[in-house]
């Protein structure tokens, strides 16, 4: 008995280690294959999470028909006690099943700008039972960090303001005197929102139109552009002269300090313009 039993256990274990170190290798020849295509890190994290969780799936479902194949009944007893933890635990249940479902099906990632209910802020974290956010309001960093349970995502909606169906179209406005060179000035506004786009993004290859064709072709309409774009207007009162506009595309998270730094930009230039004047 005792040795039909060591060698019932044995025989077990190297299946164990073998389905172990098989998928070990596969996990990390995936992982390998999918970053010489993508070097997004952001994009990297999420498929190694649901590359993993996959694995680890695969890997019980291997164990258990292993270890407990013939012991139908245990299987049964087994079922019992989980539903009885699923009942008497029924948060921690929803939080896990929330994890799964972040990483899954991608809601979001670390350091993307999101809101859950009325929580807005930066994802700090991902944990097992929680996410933590970095809290804004007006899309300032208050200093406070939320820990939102995982299993919120499960009943609510949740908006990603980091994806890239989601990004924002800003504007600036600039009031400039009717004899001003209008031409020029929309030259100069457009020239600043293009230099800051250029450098800010220049390593990000979501905001690209290749990036949008390829994975959100439905999100690039025939006239989509991502260059900014200079629009001229009247104002209800024809004493505030011109109103010279550029609108344009970037990620909510960076939307202050774009508007800021454009529009410093734009103002350096108009120093060495004596021809471009603001509206008094």
């Known amino acids: 008995m005792l040795t039909n039993w060591i060698h019932y256990a044995s025989k077990n274990l190297l299946e164990t280690i073998f389905v172990f170190f098989l998928l070990t290798a596969i996990y990390l020849i995936l992982t390998l294959l999918f970053a010489r295509k993508n070097a997004d890190k952001r994009y990297k994290h999420r498929?190694?999470?649901?590359?993993?969780?996959?694995?680890?799936?695969?890997?019980?479902?291997?164990i258990a028909q292993i270890w407990l194949n013939g012991f139908t009944h245990l299987l049964a007893i087994l079922g019992l006690v989980s539903a009885a933890i699923v009942i008497a635990n029924k948060e921690?249940?929803?939080?896990?099943?929330?994890?799964?479902?972040?990483?899954?099906?991608?809601?979001?990632?670390?350091?993307?700008?999101?809101?859950?209910?009325?929580?807005?802020?930066?994802?700090?974290?991902i944990g097992l039972f929680y996410f933590t956010v970095y809290e804004t309001v007006d899309n300032q960093f208050t200093g406070s960090t939320v820990r939102v349970p995982n299993g919120l995502v499960i009943t609510q909606p949740v908006v990603n303001y980091s994806s890239t169906e989601n990004l924002s179209?800003?504007?600036i406005d600039v009031h400039l005197s009717i004899n001003s060179d209008l031409i020029a000035a929309g030259?100069?506004?457009?020239?600043?929102?293009?230099?800051?786009?250029?450098?800010?993004?220049?390593?990000?290859?979501?905001?690209?139109?290749?990036?949008?064709?390829r994975h959100h072709s439905n999100?690039?309409?025939?006239?989509?552009?991502?260059?900014?774009?200079?629009?001229?207007?009247?104002?209800?009162?024809?004493?505030?002269?011109?109103?010279?506009?550029?609108?344009?595309?970037?990620?909510?998270?960076?939307a202050v300090e774009a508007k800021a730094v454009i529009l410093a930009r734009f103002l350096s230039i108009m120093k060495d313009k004596p021809d471009i004047k603001i509206a008094n």
């Open 169 to 171: 179209r800003q504007h």
């Open 92 to 125: 921690s249940v929803m939080n896990i099943t929330g994890c799964l479902i972040i990483n899954w099906r991608e809601l979001f990632a670390e350091g993307d700008f999101i809101k859950v209910q009325e929580i807005r802020g930066c994802v700090q974290t």
């Open 47 to 62: 498929y190694r999470m649901r590359l993993f969780y996959l694995m680890s799936v695969v890997f019980l479902i291997s």
């Open 219 to 254: 999100f690039v309409q025939p006239h989509f552009s991502l260059k900014p774009k200079i629009l001229f207007s009247m104002p209800s009162d024809p004493a505030k002269g011109i109103i010279l506009t550029v609108e344009f595309f970037c990620f909510l998270e960076d």
């Open 187 to 213: 030259k100069h506004l457009k020239e600043a929102a293009s230099t800051y786009l250029e450098a800010a993004y220049a390593k990000r290859q979501q905001f690209s139109m290749g990036f949008l064709r």
